[in-house]
């Protein structure tokens, strides 16, 4: 088992050097890349909500805020940055310049402006890697308020993962690294900002670090619960924690959760995820799925 650990450590370390093409892309600034009508017809063929005129709809109903502050429309496009908090409002990323330019180029299925990534699946025909199908659910160009919202807003953590590093553990960053904690973006005043748009997001994704120890979340939860709210809410969790606070939260929203769950071995799990508890995380999981009536897990 210790040599699973080892190759983990050493799979994580070895892509960061090489920087692996499958986990590592070009900037997409520069040449222009528009979908071909044949590549569109080929991706129409396997879109799980039928053919749409445009190859991405992300600009269009997702907005993603990252740990530093930037937002941007997609997990997998970082170069082109709507706005920095709190230089820059929710509402200016948002109807802002930037915006409207990636919104220009992806009406034309021109993947220049960042989307190295998602040129990278067209050119080699792997479209269920591209992000861009959980958008066509609410495929559409009107941009009022995003659809969809995507918070990864600190790397607050409890364990030190053996794959992870600390940009999204802040265990790992302060124990392992010997790195002082990163900046914490995000204020009240965020979340003030953030009440006009979550009565009109239909889905709203949580992650971490650990979204259960993230304080910003509860605020936001809070309002989620004040509005009463139905959107969609997903977390990406590590089973760790499960107290009264969560479970109010869960009861009382319209949650669904995704476990990292490594090994069915508590000897390899606890030596994968350092800092778990086998025994806790799947009693942990067990509650989860009571508490989510058995649909959300």
Known sequence: MNRITDFLKYFYQKSQRLK???????KGH???????????????????HGPKRLACYN??????FNSRGQAVVCCRNQDTVLGTYPETSIKEMWNGKIAEKLREHLSNNDFSMGCSYCRHQFETSRFFGLPSMHADYYATTKVKY?????LELSNT????CVMCSGIVSSTIR???????????????????QLREFL???????????????????????????RIKSKAKLHVVTNGTILNDKVRKYLKNLNFTITVSFDAMNKELFESIRVGANFGSVKSHIEEYNVLLGGKGL
């Open 146 to 150: 995003p659809k969809i919202i995507e």
């Open 174 to 192: 302060k124990c392992r690294e010997k790195l002082p904690p990163l900046e914490n973006h995000y204020d009240e005043k965020f979340v003030e």
């Open 30 to 48: 520069g040449r222009k890349f528009s979908v071909s009508p044949m590549k569109m017809k080929e991706f129409n063929k396997v879109r799980f």
């Open 59 to 64: 600009p269009f109903v997702n907005l993603y």
């Open 157 to 160: 953590c409890n364990l030190q």
């Open 20 to 26: 692996l093409p499958f986990l590592s892309y070009p």
């Open 199 to 225: 009565p009109h997001a239909k889905e709203i994704k949580f992650y971490g670090g650990e979204p259960f120890l993230i304080n910003t979340y509860f605020d936001i939860w809070d309002e989620l619960v």
